[in-house]
């Protein structure tokens, strides 16, 4: 037993490996095996593992000035401010920053309830937006609301790409539409161009706050800046955090001037939103995907990475009913349980990464190679083999064991 276990409240699933260092697209265990890292600390090493220029930055960030509250100004957050801005749409000049995904959420749904004077959300099956009771009020698996009744109330849900439900759902009472433009949590699941532009002509006509959730899908992840930006799209809010910090704790909500203005001093704070230290992690990273033109690779290493995982699929027809995504943002869609895929990953040197019980959710960082795609799509193909095996064996054995009883 890892000691861990004697102290955490044990709410994570615990896999038998112990990360002690990481370097790009590889982790290492305390043993010293080497790994290819699929999950990317579910989508937050976006711009490598112990990226140099963010520990650096971090590093001489320390020895200056770790805190400093928001309540007064600092140098190093109107840097970041003023560089993050410029890669945001224009509209949404106002930011709000913050310490994580869940923390972005809530500080969007208050907002959007402060400024249109409204407390109905709506949100869309499959969607995930946090853990915390405002944010899991608009998350859709059963699982993280199972036992909590008293989630934030005039939250309504609808199906995830129907624009005609959505018509119905939003109305006149509502405040805002939260939604994901590509949802992880649920599978990989891409938002149509049609539906998006949908979602922002219905929210003008209803007088509500359009919402992206860009803390997954966002910061370069599908080979754009931002995911709205295949549809076409701008929303009033958008909120981003994992990757935008290079693994450093760091998120925001991004808004625009007209619903900033309706905030007064004091509506909502955050003691470490903004610290010098994550602000200088989240320069660095913001730099280097800039510089390293990483949108731009993950376009280009995501419809290769896709590509070879189709090519997988199609000798392996009998367990892979789809392949999709957009980016490296991808999912591997099975026709049995992935829990063997994932555990068996880690003999074969690779950390994999689900999304419910078959679904294979690959958030790679984006400096991953191409050698190191292909490294992960030849490790695969043997755990395949192996399931396959497994599978006949176990069909044949149902079979013989129903002619048994036939003839009983």
Known sequence: MNSEDLHLVPTYQKFPIEIVRGEGALLYDSAGKEYLDLSGGYGVAIVGHANPFVADAISNQARKLITCHGSMYNDTREAYLSELAAVLPASLSRIFLCNSGAEAAEAALKFARLFTGKNEIVA?????????????????????????????????????????????????????????????????????????????????????????????????????????????????????????????????????????SALKPGAHTSTFGGNPLACAAGLAALRFLKRENLAEKAALNGAYFKNELEKLASRHRSLVREVRGRGLMIGVEFKIPIRDVIVKGFDHGMILLYSGLNILRLLPPLVITKEQIDAVCKRLDPILIELEGTRATSKAADTEGAEILSAQ
């Not at 929303?235 to 925001?252: C, E, R, S, Y």
């Open 124 to 260: 869309f099956t499959g969607s995930f937006h946090g853990k915390t009771l405002g944010a899991l009020s608009a998350t859709w698996n059963p699982k993280y609301r199972k036992s909590l009744d008293d989630l934030l109330a005039g939250t309504k849900f609808c199906p995830f790409g129907n624009l005609e439900k959505a018509r119905e759902v939003i109305s006149d009472t509502t405040a805002a539409v939260l939604v994901e433009p590509i949802q992880g949590e649920s599978g990989i699941h891409i938002g149509s161009e049609s539906f998006l532009k949908g979602l922002r002509q219905i929210t003008e006509e209803k007088r509500a706050i359009l919402i992206f959730d860009e803390v997954q899908c966002g910061f370069a992840r599908t080979g754009r800046m931002w995911a709205f930006e295949h549809a076409g799209v701008v929303p009033d809010m958008m909120t981003a955090a994992k990757g935008i910090g290079g693994g450093f704790p760091l998120a925001f909500a991004a808004l625009t001037e007209e619903i900033s």
